[in-house]
């Protein structure tokens, strides 16, 4: 008998499906696609609880708690568990591995990212990423995608010596985002990951607020009091939002906080803007 680390059998796969409107089929590359981008689409990268003081919980139940029943958003690790769970439990073969984000300004190894393998293929796919990979990407040395009017691409090494390095086309040329390994990861390792990520105070996500959205020719960001619309050509348009209006702009993101949630949230933010200056 062998048990599951991942706790994957604790998932409803129902509830799941029915927050991000997806539909069940069989696997293919075609599935895996429609049912990434629905989750992007669906489930908004968020920083709250870490931002606002509580480490979030990767315990499946919780996440799914989280994400799914109370429809907040999370960061990778929460996006990618999840969606990890869902692909294994629709028949996926699923690899969980770990990026360093920036390589180029030596940045660290604190990204979740999943190699899926159907039909003989493996893709690159990762829901979690400050919303900005909407499909999935094959493993293939010199792939390229459109992503949401993004071009994006795969090389083969670049910052990984025999690993992979993700591209996006900027106007300064292909800029790396981050670099990885096909190395299966634990459990535990994310817990280590994660309470770096939630308790660091150089942690950008103990920093300041962090919200995101991505959506086919616009990518949404609420990054403190400042909301971006950022748009494939590279241009944005930026305003500055009142503190009393940061739950509204949430709520736009997808982003549905109690109102215990909220009044902890700006509370944070205006001791990060003292804290500032």
Not at 157 to 185: C, I, M, N, S, V
Not at 221 to 234: A, I, S, T
């Amino acid at each position: 008998m062998t048990t599951d680390p991942w706790t994957v059998d604790a998932l409803n796969l129902d509830a799941y499906l029915a927050r991000v409107g997806g539909v069940v089929g069989a696997p293919s590359a075609e599935a895996l696609a429609a049912l990434h981008e629905a989750h992007v689409r669906s489930i908004p990268f968020e920083n709250v609880d870490p931002f606002s003081g509580r480490p979030p919980s990767l315990d499946l139940g919780d996440v799914q708690a989280k994400l799914v029943d109370r429809r907040r958003g999370g960061y990778c690790y929460e996006h990618g568990l999840l969606f990890a769970a869902v692909l294994e439990r629709l028949g996926y073969d699923v690899v969980r591995m770990t990026a360093r984000v920036q390589p180029h300004r030596n940045g660290p190894k604190s990204h979740m990212n999943l190699a899926v393998t159907v039909d003989g293929v493996r893709f690159l796919a990762d829901v979690g990423f400050g919303a900005s990979v909407l499909r999935p990407m094959p493993l293939e040395d010199g792939a390229e995608a459109d992503q949401a009017g993004w071009p994006t691409r795969l090389v083969r090494g670049g910052f990984a010596d025999g690993g992979w390095t993700l591209e996006k086309r900027t106007a300064d040329g292909w800029e790396p985002q981050y670099a990885f390994y096909e190395t299966p990861q634990r459990p535990v390792d994310y817990e280590v990951f994660n309470h770096y990520v939630a308790t660091h105070p150089k942690s950008p996500f103990t920093r300041g607020l962090i919200a995101m959205k991505l959506e086919p020719g616009v990518s949404t960001q609420l990054l403190g009091r400042k909301l971006v619309r950022e748009y494939p050509d590279g241009t944005k348009d930026e305003t500055t939002v009142d503190v009393a209006e940061v739950r509204e702009r949430l709520v736009e993101l997808g982003v549905v906080l109690s109102d215990a949630e909220a009044a902890t949230l700006l509370k944070a933010m205006e001791a990060a803007e003292r804290a500032a200056g």
